[in-house]
């Protein structure tokens, strides 16, 4: 609708319509007009949420189809760039809205200055910046590369601002009208942002070109993400438990819960399948607050059962974690199942944390922890957190990642590794736990080294909920045997 009120054609026939309205209909018909029509105009444009972006990129697929259409360099001699910054809320709550404006006028700046004669630029509302190349006979996908990485080059350098210098990172995605089999600019610009969201996926700074198996992924992507909220409804997202060992009493110390789609058509899909159709979407939350509940609710069923299970921890993501009520959601879950925060342990991923300064994620961890709810920093050695961050945050374990404990049983290297990270957390009064422990001699060397709770397929996979009491049955038993088989009863 924006884009019709926007055509030229309709402003200059806007007067004639208007006399023949007042001719026909007399002066009120006039009258509702000339009201009626400026304020379609600012509903479309201004008020109704995501039409000014669609007049945006009505702009760049007009353009894209008007250099299609120009034969003068050859068929097909164009390609269309996606550029989107790696971190763009990074950006807000580091330098606030004026600077983050200030830093995107400075790309596009630098955009234009690396740009031909020709080639075209829009800012999209999304945050995205589109290149739309003039037409040219030598170019081709290697030519796409390189202008790829100049144009990366260019946002990336560091830019001097009034209150210092900063330095952004970006990902860009590319197409040339030659990959596409339907030559329109609207499927060209569609393959351009295929191949962003990609590049996303390897952020900070990667490029990636547009191939027909990207599109097939995010096809089948957007299928995931369209099913997921009627998956929650219909019970299909269920939390599967993997049990946690003390090494040192062999009792089960906690529970980690891990999301599992059990999907009508697919079968049991394993979070990796699912995840990336989630990720930067609100569905994230979705997740986080059904594994929440789930949780819980298994840990009340476990508690009526008798059976010990100190805490259960559950994955949170980035987007649960800068939500301003996140602690409080915490805090409304617990009361409801009538548990105590101590029962719940929030895993945090180590590069989540990295590199946090005072913003509302590093706010909710602290209010998290202030409550009396254990956190994990998860995959700890693969996300380069300070020490200043780690004692800021105040996890309770450090969650040794699996790339250190795979072979640690042999392996000279892996157990130096292992050794570095006990030893900082001993140094900073932290509890630590491997993850992924697959044998039993990994198992007794992560014991042996110091390591005080152990999680892996050694242990139990991931387990769905109607088999964990059964395990937890059976571990007790196996437990109390060992501990007889160790104290030989007395002689009379
Ligand atoms: P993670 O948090 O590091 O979870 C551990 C992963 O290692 C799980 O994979 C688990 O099944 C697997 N694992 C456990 N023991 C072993 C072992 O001995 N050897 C090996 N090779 N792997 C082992 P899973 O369930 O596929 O989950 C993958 C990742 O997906 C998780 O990694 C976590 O980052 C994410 N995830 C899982 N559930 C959730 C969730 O509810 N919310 C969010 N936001 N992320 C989740
Ligand atoms: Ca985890
Ligand atoms: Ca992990």
Request: aromatic fraction near 6%; include cysteine; charge should be negative.
């Amino acid at each position: 609708m924006a884009a019709q009120l926007r055509r030229p054609g309709l402003a200059v026939s806007l007067s004639g319509l208007a006399l023949a309205v007042y001719w026909m209909a007399g002066e009120l018909a006039l009258l509702a007009l000339s009201a009626g029509f400026p304020l379609a105009f600012l509903l479309a444009g201004r008020l109704l949420p995501g039409v000014p972006v669609a007049a945006v990129s009505d702009q760049v697929i007009d353009r894209l189809d008007a250099v299609l259409q120009d034969r003068t360099q050859g068929p097909n001699q164009t390609g269309c760039f996606v550029l989107q910054f790696d971190d763009p809320s990074w950006l807000c709550d580091r330098h606030g809205r004026t600077r983050q404006s200030e830093i995107l006028a400075a790309c596009i700046g630098g955009i234009r200055g690396a740009m031909r004669p020709g080639d075209m630029l829009f800012p999209l509302e999304d945050g995205s910046l589109v290149v739309v190349l003039a037409p040219s006979q030598r170019l081709d996908l290697e030519g796409m590369v390189r202008i790829a990485g100049r144009l990366q080059l260019v946002v990336q350098q560091p830019m001097a601002l009034a209150d210092g210098s900063v330095h952004v990172t970006c990902c860009i995605g590319f197409c040339h009208a030659r990959q596409l089999a339907t030559q329109s600019g609207r499927a060209l610009l569609e393959a351009a942002q295929v191949a962003v969201d990609e590049a996303l996926r390897h952020r900070p700074g990667a490029l990636r070109s547009y191939t027909d198996e990207l599109a097939l992924t995010r096809y089948a992507r957007d299928i995931l993400r369209k099913g997921f909220a009627s998956a929650v409804d219909a019970g299909q997202i269920r939390a599967y438990f993997q049990p946690q060992l003390s090494t040192d009493s062999g009792e089960v110390s906690g529970v980690e819960a891990l999301a599992r789609w059990h999907h009508p058509e697919r079968g049991c899909l394993p979070p990796g399948e699912f995840l990336p159709a989630l990720e930067g979407t609100d569905l994230m939350k979705l997740l986080g607050r059904e594994m929440l509940n789930q949780s819980l609710a298994a840990l009340s069923a476990w508690d009526r059962a008798g059976l010990r299970v100190p805490t259960v921890a559950v994955n949170f993501s980035t987007q649960d974690l800068r939500d301003p009520q996140f602690p409080e959601q915490l805090a409304w879950a617990l009361d409801r199942h009538d548990l105590p925060p101590l029962r719940l342990t929030v895993e945090v991923l180590e590069s989540v944390v990295a590199g946090l300064e005072d913003d509302i994620i590093t706010r909710n961890i602290a209010r998290v922890t202030a409550m009396g709810c254990g956190v994990d920093l998860d995959d700890f050695g693969t996300g380069n957190a300070s020490i200043t961050a780690i004692r800021s945050f105040a996890p309770r374990r450090l969650k040794i990642d699996r790339s250190f404990v795979r072979g640690v049983d042999h392996a000279r290297d892996q157990q130096k590794l292992v050794t570095a990270v006990l030893s900082l957390a001993e140094q900073l009064g932290l509890e630590t736990l491997a993850e992924g422990v697959e044998t039993q001699a990994e198992h007794a060397m992560l014991a042996q080294l110091g390591c005080g709770h152990v999680q892996g397929f050694v242990i139990a996979r991931p387990l769905p909920p109607d088999e964990v009491m059964g395990w937890l049955i059976q571990h007790r038993e196996r437990l109390a045997k060992a501990l007889r088989i160790n104290m030989p009863a007395r002689q009379p």
